[in-house]
């Protein structure tokens, strides 16, 4: 009895049964006879590379056949369009040349590997439906990727983020944000690649995938920055021309500020470090309790005026340090010095709203405002208490170069104080809250004096 089976009229899927059938079977000469069949030394029947047939053909025939039909097809340009732009790149001017060798070995091994069910499976799928098989190509990687970035750049264009910004009446606006799209590397040169072994439809369309702006339109939107919610003002003199540039810089820095809820500020950080090659220019500032001159004097002012729209604003202060000497513009312990190196100003926007900042400098005058959303019911004052008055002490000296019974006063002294600022929140009429801010010790300074020696025949 004989089993009589046609390979084209099984079906893929029962194929490995049958195979096992048949094995099953045929007597040792025949699966010898059909290994035998499987090792030969010709490309299996229905097999073609790049649409041309070399099935039947030994290697050596098929390379006499393809070498020639490869190189026309690997000398045809590649296209790659971007909308109305179209680039045509030849493969060897990128880096893609043919590989013949690896071309015709994954053509002989078709039906040659793995186990005998593989290998039917094989051979079923080459008479029925034809193995085509592409080019293969070797790829000078560094030279096709940077020609590709070359054509990559044109397409490619960065997200723009949203912006919250004021108008002159301090009208809130938001510019919308701009998706962005980047090209896919892997995937442009993956396609040039598999667009060089094609015979015909050489064409690569690009298509660049979408780039989302990390701060969005809607993002702008959901922080709710609505109005001026508090606001403080400083004044000084318009004539010390210095002092007022360096004012300006250091506002200039702070206008447009914008913080998201949790996020934390640093004057120093946001307001750089105040040299002259940023533009900052010698006015008086407080070193030691002495006023002299020094690079960015008239910065601390900004700082303090910021200090107090902060806390009039509700916003948690974190680190914040008095001058070592009150100053003028604003009470006593509400003011906030700074120093780039070793003296900050940070605070916190511990509200669940965006914040955003103004300075605006008008004449003789700073001011500085947050705007946020806040209960419109909701007022914040500041006061400032006195606790304690710090009596200087008077150091005398004895100066061999006065006269006996000259006294001369060198240093006028100062007095010292204890303040204690305290920031009370209310909802109309109703207290919620009255909150010790920060304690602030301002030293005396000491008066001396210089006299000199005692008139012989006196006590010392």
Not at 106 to 118: D, H, M, P, S
Not at 377 to 385: D, N, V
């Amino acid at each position: 009895m004989y089993l009589v089976i046609s390979l084209r009229r099984l079906r893929p899927v029962l194929l490995p049964a049958v195979a096992a059938v048949i094995i099953g079977c045929v007597s040792t000469a025949g699966y010898a006879f059909v290994t035998s069949y499987f090792s030969g030394d010709f490309i299996l029947s229905g097999v073609k590379v790049a649409s041309l047939n070399v099935g039947g053909l030994t290697v050596q025939e098929a390379a006499v056949c393809l070498a020639r039909h490869v190189d026309e097809i690997i000398k045809q340009p590649i296209t790659v369009v971007y909308g109305s732009l179209e680039w045509r790149l030849f493969p060897h001017d990128i880096g893609i040349t043919p590989d013949l060798e690896t071309t015709l070995l994954t053509a002989f091994q078709v039906g040659r590997q793995g186990n005998i069910l593989r290998k039917l499976a094989e051979h079923y799928h080459s008479q029925v439906e034809g193995w085509d098989i592409p080019i293969a190509v070797s790829v000078d990687e560094e030279k096709l990727t940077s020609a590709l970035r070359r054509i990559a750049v044109t397409a490619n264009s960065p997200p723009v983020d949203a912006r919250i910004v004021l108008t002159e009446d301090d009208m809130i606006e938001i510019i919308p944000g701009i998706p962005g799209q980047k090209v896919d590397m892997d995937q442009f040169i993956a396609d040039v690649i598999a667009a060089s072994r094609k015979p015909d439809d050489r064409r690569v369309v690009l298509r660049p995938r979408p780039i989302i702006p990390d701060f969005s339109t809607e993002d702008a939107r959901a922080l709710r920055v609505q109005r001026c919610i508090a606001e403080y003002t400083t004044t000084f003199d318009a004539a010390e021309y210095n002092r007022v540039n360096n004012i300006r810089l250091a506002a200039g820095c702070l206008n447009g500020v914008l913080l998201k809820p949790g996020e934390t500020f640093s004057f120093n950080r946001q307001i750089g470090p105040r040299l002259r090659s940023g533009g900052y220019k010698p006015a008086p500032v407080i070193i030691d309790g002495e006023l002299l001159p020094g690079i960015g004097g008239g910065v601390c002012q900004v700082s303090t005026t910021l200090y107090n729209a902060v806390l009039l604003a509700g916003l948690e202060v974190l680190s914040r340090s008095p001058h070592s000497i009150p100053i003028t513009y604003v009470p006593l312990g509400r003011d906030a010095a700074v120093a780039y190196d070793y003296m900050d100003l940070t605070f916190r926007n511990n509200s669940p709203y965006g914040v955003l900042l103004s300075a605006r400098i008008d004449e003789n005058r700073l001011t500085i405002k947050v705007f946020s959303d806040a209960p419109p019911e909701r007022s914040i004052e500041l006061e400032s208490q006195v606790v304690k008055v710090l009596h200087p002490k008077v150091v005398t000296k004895v100066d061999p170069t006065l006269s006996p019974g000259v006294v001369i006063e060198e240093k006028r002294g100062r007095q010292g104080y204890e303040v204690l600022l305290w920031r009370i929140i209310k909802m109309g009429d109703e207290l919620i809250e009255k909150e010790l801010v920060e304690r602030s010790i301002y030293w005396p300074q000491d008066r001396i004096i210089r006299q000199g020696p005692p008139v012989e025949g006196e006590d010392a």
